[in-house]
């Protein structure tokens, strides 16, 4: 009763579908569009399926293809081998990859319209997913980055299809409590606020002024683009490399606003951070920093700063600021997300091998930020499912 067909573009489905399965405050059509546009062809296969019952559009399952490099999968202990082995085989180096989500985006997420049974549609999911990796010649299938919410879809499925369970790096959230940024502030843990106020004391002395910016223009985007290039360079982890037109693609949606910090003088730009505005959440998503300038400035504070005051500003009553960089976002008052994959490789073997690595693999594991937090709130420690 179940049919799922791959559509290879957004606009293969329905416009009032779209907005039922993804309304705020997830990312939706306007999302997978600026991903698909933006040219990244070379990194990703961007595809969508379409779940119908009883002939009757239920769902949409954002997916993409990717050759993913073997240094994100294998153990590092491993990787000298491998890299050698490349030499010879090059197709070892890189892990051909069906996923269930999306690349940059913070969480994996099935759009459902209400009232479906989600359990069954996850299982056809899930099986057409194995379908068409095999067509896509993918070894290896992931349901990628999903939050407690759907994982409830995804748990049945580790005993029956082989999948296993993969701890991701967790998400960040912060609720903004109150109606201003003082009352944000305020709710801070003492150690925490007073670390803040040292800082934004400091920080409120740089040479520097706010702007927020919607739609900007070509020459700014230049700009911008240079920090985000400058900032993902200094990344440790690197999933995927955006380019220079998957901003001019994204700044078209209406609810894409850039929190700029200029300097007074020359009007340079010196970070931005790119948010999104849904409903009464805010998506912090991309940032850029000037890493020349004086540290005593404590730009990403300040930053920081003007986009809680700004989102106070459009109502907002939580921000949500993605994977990795968890040490000031720990400092700032922001939760962990947990966040799962859920995963199977062609080759049983090869699968059964990372089963048992992937139990190995926790938040103190994957990040030493996150060794530090665990290290202070033990109880916050994810489960690792069986």
């Known amino acids: 009763m179940y049919k799922i067909h791959w559509h290879p573009s957004v606009e293969d489905i329905p416009e009032a579908l779209w907005q039922e399965c993804f309304a705020a405050p997830y990312e939706g059509k306007w999302w997978y569009a600026a991903l698909e546009r933006a040219g990244l062809d070379a990194q990703f296969k961007f595809m969508y399926g379409l779940v119908s019952y009883n002939d009757k559009p239920v769902a949409i399952a ?8 073997i240094a994100l999968v294998i153990p590092p202990a491993l990787l000298s081998v491998f890299n050698i082995l490349g030499k010879v085989f090059p197709a070892l180096l890189y892990q051909r990859t069906f996923f269930i989500g999306s690349p940059c985006s913070d969480e994996g997420r099935v759009g459902l319209v209400r009232g479906v049974n989600a359990a069954e549609i996850f299982s056809a999911i899930n099986k057409a997913m194995h379908a068409k990796a095999d067509d896509l010649e993918a070894t290896m299938r992931v349901w990628k980055d999903f939050t407690q919410e759907q994982q409830a879809f995804l748990i049945p499925l580790l005993k029956n299809n082989s999948l296993f369970h993969l701890i991701s790096f967790p998400g960040t959230s912060l609720q903004l409590n109150g109606k201003n940024k003082n009352d944000y502030i305020a709710s801070l843990k003492a150690s925490r606020r007073n670390k803040m106020k040292k800082k934004m004391k400091q920080a409120n002395d740089a040479p520097v002024y706010v702007e927020i910016v919607s739609q900007p223009s070509p020459a700014l985007k230049d700009e911008i683009f240079a920090l985000f290039w400058q900032t993902y360079e200094k990344g440790n982890t690197k999933f995927e490399q955006l380019n ?5 693609e994204i700044s078209q949606y209406e609810n894409s606003h850039y929190v700029i910090l200029r300097k007074n003088e020359s009007k340079e730009i010196l970070s931005f951070m790119l ?21 005593e400035w404590f730009l990403y504070f300040r930053l920081w700063d003007a986009a809680v005051e700004w989102a106070y500003s459009e109502g907002a009553t939580s921000i949500q600021s993605g994977q990795t960089g968890y040490a000031p976002k720990i400092e700032l008052g922001n939760d962990m ?13 090869v699968n059964f091998i990372y089963k048992v690595v992937a139990k190995t693999i926790n938040w103190d594991t994957l990040d ?11 109880e916050l420690k994810p489960p690792n499912l069986k």
Do not use: T
């Open 62 to 69: 954002p997916a993409f293809l990717m050759d993913v490099p």
């Open 244 to 248: 220079r037109a998957f901003f001019d």
């Open 275 to 295: 948010c999104f505005k849904l409903g009464e959440h805010v998506v912090n998503k991309f940032i850029g920093i000037d890493y020349s300038q004086p540290k």
């Open 337 to 349: 997300v947990a966040l799962s994959n859920y995963c199977r490789h062609q080759n049983s073997v």
């Open 368 to 378: 030493p930020d996150l060794a530090i937090y665990l290290k202070a709130y033990p």
